[in-house]
């Protein structure tokens, strides 16, 4: 996978040949305060969902999974949790969870 970034929106790519997802779309990238991670939001599975992928472009993990949009992902200072949007409740609130995606909550 391949990384680039334009006017904060994330693309990812494979090298590897593979189908893109042309309708797809990944954006608002923030970095790790260790420089290792980004956390975006992207619609791949057809509502906003968070992931995370490493700097190198490998390790992309889903991090949210639900029917509603989850979006614009920020890191914690410490790196140990990530805020982010949601209207999974209705309307839009904001959520905190670990860096692994566990524990989420409003």
Known sequence: MKLLFVLGIVCLF???G???????????????PDGKQIVFN????GDD?????RV???GLRQLT???DDDYTPFWSPDGD???FGSNRDGNSEIYV??????????
Request: charged share 25%.
């Open 18 to 32: 593979g189908s893109n997802n042309l309708t797809s779309y990944s954006e608002r990238p923030s970095w790790s």
């Open 14 to 16: 494979s090298c590897a």
């Open 97 to 106: 969870m670990k860096a692994d995606g566990s524990e989420q909550k409003r």
């Open 81 to 83: 949790f990530i805020s």
């Open 49 to 53: 969902e968070i992931y995370v992928i």
């Open 56 to 58: 190198d472009g490998s």
């Open 65 to 67: 999974n639900n029917d």
């Open 42 to 45: 992207s619609n791949r599975d």
